[in-house]
């Protein structure tokens, strides 16, 4: 699954991952690397189970007694895999070891705690998260061992000492986004806001089976230390940033409306098919840009969808109850209110979005974020298709709708269903073939560990060992449906977001983001100014790089908003593909990826491609028949 980085679940994840992990030395690890077990996917870590007595909401403000039993077993068997497993995936040792970090915060283990945050730094590799990672826990370890408490009027000024004098030493222009994003998350960081995280993700699960899995343990473990150390800070954190956010704000420069190319009819345009293979669009958005099927399907005559269950449906948008779609309009104020405070925005909507996250009690922060799950899938299709048509008279929409919002649909996965989504998948490819779509937009993706977790959530059984075979069987039907679909229509392009975990897209095989296909292409996200995000997922397959920061388009309704994700960086690449088919219709996908690649800039650093549509177009010229 693909989400929209700001929708409100995004501050919801907390695991503290800009924390740390274990301090170990190169030769030690080189000595016993032998006798480790070698991790090459994430599907190689073990899984552990957790009882939990009563809730995790419950449980996660639980006595210290009750409370760190369960943690130390996390710890000892966070110990276990660090011991015996070679886990080369940066982004994974981040992740669990960043779990370690937490406990040692939570254990009073401060000492041991700030090495964790060395070794976490030396892990990262984004410039922004070389330069930020771990800043935060370090100012409030280093407080807590001057003062030898972790409240009071002295461990609190001794925060912000350490705290702005690690933030003020930050260059500005390399930090920026990164800053801003954890001065909006310190205005919205609640316990309401925390406990309604934790009764929506964790919940499920300990009510289907009790007990939680690894990554579920970690997350009710995050969530235990931002209650205990982070939240107390938070208006002392966003002191901090106001200041320096203050004194450096000059924004970015914009190259991206220098490299876009605007065609018009003039230019012996070709029609081109644009297929957009989400959530539904708003048909009603593009008149003038979308496919009518002289030959309609059963869904219409503007391509096909499938609702939850993969059964044909009419609907081209993903359908809303009448209680949602009466919540749309304050749903959009919201997601404008939380991209207004995540770009250093001050608006009447991010204060209205301040008052309610410190207003709400947990139960209305679950319903919300419940909700907001619903209509942030219900806007997502829309938004990509006004981002991939954007400046192209030719380009005519191709709707393929299905739901792949997989950890939170409320049934239980089962062969069958897979099965029968994996036939949908058939009949799209068979589809884009047939009807000659050119590119394809496709601003999802998923991996086993969905699987798991969906399966945890409805009761896939109490085994995680077990859940995780299951998991992996149906993910294999998964994947090899998708695929297929892709190697069925050769000549279509498809384009694919890289993921917004800040993974690699090969350890965790993301579909379709892993594969390797010669009509596949998976694409990354920078910001306005072509910097890496904190977000995006990267990998061998990634192979450029495009504007998925602050993008504008329309959500249905016909309002637009400015958001951010691969989910936009990936309908920017489609955009050109088709400019390039439009320009040209002979041009075959393996063509366009080549002439994309080569329109590209190659960053200072070697770590990223950003494309350059008028670059592409003019390499057209060039071409040998």
Known sequence: MRVITQIPRRWMVLCSALNGLILVGTLSVLAVADAKTKVTKQADLPRFSYEIAGTAAQFVEADDAAF????????????????????????TMRELLAAKLDLQELFGEYRAG????????????????????????????????????????????????????SIDAL?????????????????????????????????????????????????????????RSQIPLGL???????????????????????????????????????????????????????????????????????????????????????????????????????????????????????????????????????????????VHGTHCAGIAVRGNPAARLVVARFNDNLPDLPFAPTEQWARRLGDDFQKMGDYFRTRHVRVVNMSWGDDAQEFETWLSKTGGGADPEQRKKRAEALFAIWREAIANAIKSAPDTLFVTAAGNSDNNVGFIEDVPASLRLP?????????????????????????????????????????????????MAAPNVVNLAAKLFALDPALSPSKVISLIKQGATTTADGRRYLIDENRSIALLGTLSR
Do not use: C
């Not at 976490?120 to 408490?149: D, H, V, W, Y």
């Open 68 to 91: 760190n039993a369960f943690a130390n077993k996390v710890r000892s068997d966070i110990n276990h895999i660090l011991a015996d497993y070679e886990v080369e995936d940066k982004s």
């Open 236 to 378: 002392v954190r966003s002191d901090v940033l106001h200041e320096y956010i203050a004194l450096h704000d000059v924004v970015k420069p914009e190259i991206w409306s220098a490299r876009e190319a605007t065609l018009h009819e003039d230019q012996h345009l070709t029609p081109v098919l644009v297929g957009v293979w989400d959530s539904g669009i708003d048909v009603s958005l593009f008149p003038k840009q979308l496919f009518t099927d002289p030959v309609p399907t059963a869904s219409g005559s503007h391509g096909l969808a499938f609702d939850d269950e993969g059964k044909p449906s009419t609907d081209w948008l993903h359908p809303l109850t009448a209680e949602q779609q009466k919540a749309y309009p304050e749903f959009r104020e919201l997601l404008k209110g939380i991209l207004d405070l995540e770009y250093g925005m001050d608006s009447p909507e991010a204060a209205i979005v301040q008052k309610k996250f410190n207003t709400l009690s947990p139960d209305e922060m679950h319903e919300m974020m419940e909700l907001n799950k619903v209509i942030g899938h219900y």
């Open 519 to 567: 009509n596949l292409i998976s694409v990354g996200a920078v910001n306005q100014a072509g910097d890496e995000t904190s977000f995006t997922s990267h990998g061998d397959t990634v192979v450029v790089h495009a504007s998925g920061y602050w993008v504008d388009s329309f959500v249905p309704g016909g309002t637009r908003l400015k958001l951010s994700g691969t989910s």
């Open 114 to 165: 700030l090495q964790t945050i060395e070794s976490l730094r030396a892990l990262e590799e984004k410039p922004s998260s070389k330069l930020t990672s771990g800043l935060f826990a370090r100012a409030r370890l280093q407080a807590a061992l001057e003062t030898g408490a972790t409240s009071g009027l002295e461990y609190e000024n001794a925060f912000r000492m350490h705290y702005r004098d």
């Open 171 to 227: 260059p500005w222009d390399v930090v920026q986004d990164d800053i801003k994003s954890s001065y909006a998350y310190a205005r919205l960081d609640t316990r309401a806001a925390t406990l309604g995280y934790v009764k929506t993700e964790l919940d499920p699960a300990v009510l289907k089976s009790g007990a939680v899995d690894n990554g579920e343990a970690w997350n009710l473990v995050g969530a235990r230390d931002n209650l």
